[in-house]
């Protein structure tokens, strides 16, 4: 019996072994061993010499390195209110899929692009910290985490390829044996190891070759090694007599990818608590383990050179809340940006190539512009406003991001709802405008492309020109989310797994009376009668969809059409039309036209022309072999939707879904309308019939206040 279980179990044991097999080949199918190896490349310091003449790009500098990554990724150039913008495909994160893609910030991130060109080319900007400053949750920390993750990302490929060497010594660290590697500890470029007396012939001839590829900028061999590499290398030279040719043999050089995890070439730097904090954390420390061995404590042998500014040396730097550091740190950051020299600890001023990013607030800001003692650390900052969106489309993208239906599941989120939250969040950051007889509302709408008469693409311009600060001020879209994200877990979405903008609009009212960035009550008034502003325009809304749900019947309105313009055709012509059921030649019915033309507010000493317009419109189509349809004037379409919905709202009798007892006609009708909600406008059962019996109840009040 045990022979028999022990040979089931072998047998078993045999098929488990098989299955993890097959698995085993299914993951390195998906592996690339080929392309794991070119990534880890290690040779010699002449094997890389020839390959920086042949590919130069591979000894670019940071911001040359970070600008082309950018660029990599592609843009495409567009006008909107008669100024050039330019959209970087990178900022849509291409890397993650959009995990982290930024919306409606094309100026902004135009004017870092630009800046980040302008210290690739060498004219300066490559000696400033680059400061973005603007509002909470506007997307600074986004930006700086997609440059690091795209400068990751880009390291990763042939076009980002970089390298750094190592020492191949003795035990000691000595010139004696070449079995034992220590780490350039800057990763810095191997091409520092050339003499700097020998570097204008190498860097001419890289600079032949870069130019000839389209390369911005030039190559330059800037800097000295760092103190423990200068004192491998002075003791080398010692050892073979000045012979930097035999030198270079105990150099190896490698391929290294950038990476924030492991600490190469990307730094964050973030404020704590200023009693157990001091620069080294920036520039290194003694390591006091290895001062026995090395006798010295001013030996860099003994010093780890592992500050954020060390290790982000050939990539990027970020400091998080920048203006929150304590100033001598501050005094790190003016060296390390004009002079890209940095003071470790009992050793020279150290060479960086690298981007320095720091992001700060508005109160933080307005705190340095007052400071004079900080007059220098303003002079080496180069400032990039980062805004809210301004824009309604861009501001919908952010919460679709978070709550589209990849991310909330089982739960159906109504039509609108996240509109209204972005249309709330938006006219809370717009200034009022100074034109007269143009409300919040209308600006909002004329930014986001909508046309209203009577406003240009000029007249639009200006309006943008006299609030330069527009978006640096309003609710964060942070806050917007939280509110959404209640919503979705309060018991009434549990229990009806569903949410609609009136329980958002809900959550978003009520949370103001604790929101900790709103100090004043004049503030939270207004976000309130903003909110009042975004609910009278949803109810505009939804009365639209269900006037048109109401006059979807095609066939309707196209009799309707074909009615109208006959009667135009016949009233331009001065011609009579002949009546269908009598055989009658007639007048033409000015009632039925001006009942339509009235629905597109068409006034009566305009009626000509416009009947003359839809007619020219109508002849320019047939020259172009173009057939006119009922829809294919879209004012004219909109105006045959609210006619028909006139004429049959009656028979509908919509408002008598707000009463208990509805006929079997009546109900039948209902479902039609209810169906063509949920085809046409994304609703589901339930929020249909919650828009329609809302919608029904204004109609209802209209009815009342008339009679």
Sequence with gaps: MDERRGSGGSGGSGAGAGRAQELASLIESRLDRGRFQQRHWEGSFWEYLDIALQRPHVVRNAYQRLYDMILGHGFERYTRFKQDAVRYHFFSDPIDHGADAIFGLDRALMQLVDVLRSASEGYGTDRRILLLHGPVGSSKSTIARLLKKGLEAYSNSDAGALYSFSWMLDEHCGPGGKDHEYRCPMHEEPLLLIPREARGEVEAKLNDKYAEMGGHGKIRLVGELDPFCRKVMGDLMKHYAGDWRQVMGHVKVRRITLSEKDRVGIGTFQPKDEKNQDSTELTGDINYRKIALYGSDSDPRAFNFDGELNVANRGVCEFIEVLKLDVAFLYDLLGASQEHLIKPKKFAQTHIDEVIIGHTNEPEYKKLQSNELMEAFRDRTIKIDIP???????????????????????????????????????????????????SLLQKMKLYNGKAIPGFTE??????????????????????????????????????????????????????????????????????????????????????????????????????????????????????????????????????????????????????????????????????????????????????????????????????????????????????????????????????????????????????????
């Design 458 to 707: 000029d007249s639009i311009k200006e309006l943008v020109e006299e609030a330069p600060r527009e978006g640096m001020s309003g609710i964060s879209p942070r806050y917007v989310q939280d509110k959404i994200s209640n919503a979705l877990v309060s018991p009434q979405a549990l229990e009806d797994r569903a949410i609609n903008p009136f329980m958002v609009m809900n959550e978003l009212e009520t949370g103001l009376s604790h929101h900790s960035l709103i100090s004043d009550e004049e503030t939270r008034k207004r976000y309130k009668e903003i909110l009042a502003i975004v609910k009278e325009e949803y109810e505009d809304i939804i009365k639209g969809e269900v006037q048109r749900a109401i006059s979807a019947d095609e066939d309707a309105i196209k009799r309707l059409c074909a009615n109208y313009i006959e009667n135009v055709r016949a009233y331009t012509q001065r011609e009579r039309v002949k009546n269908k059921y009598t055989g009658r030649d007639e007048e033409p019915d000015e009632r039925l036209m001006r009942s339509i033309e009235e629905k597109i507010d068409i006034p009566d000493g305009r009626k000509d022309d416009f009947r003359q317009e839809i007619m020219n419109y109508i002849g320019a189509l047939a020259l172009d072999g173009k057939k006119f349809e009922y829809n294919t004037n879209a004012r004219l379409y909109r105006a045959l939707e609210l006619k028909l919905f006139e004429d049959q709202r009656d028979t509908i009798k919509l408002k008598n879904l707000v009463s208990s007892v509805v006929d079997d006609e009546t109900q039948a009708k209902i479902d039609v309308v209810k169906q063509r909600m949920i085809k046409n406008f994304g609703y589901n059962e339930t929020s249909a019939t919650d828009v329609l019996n809302y919608v029904a109840s204004i109609f209802a009040r209209g009815d009342s206040k008339r009679d």
């Design 388 to 438: 809210y969106n301004i824009r309604l489309d861009d501001e919908i993208k952010i919460y679709q991001k978070d709550f589209g239906p990849e991310r909330v599941r089982n739960m159906h989120i109504a039509p609108h709802t996240l509109e209204v939250a972005a249309m709330w969040a938006v006219l809370s950051r717009l200034d009022p405008p100074k034109k007269a007889g143009l």
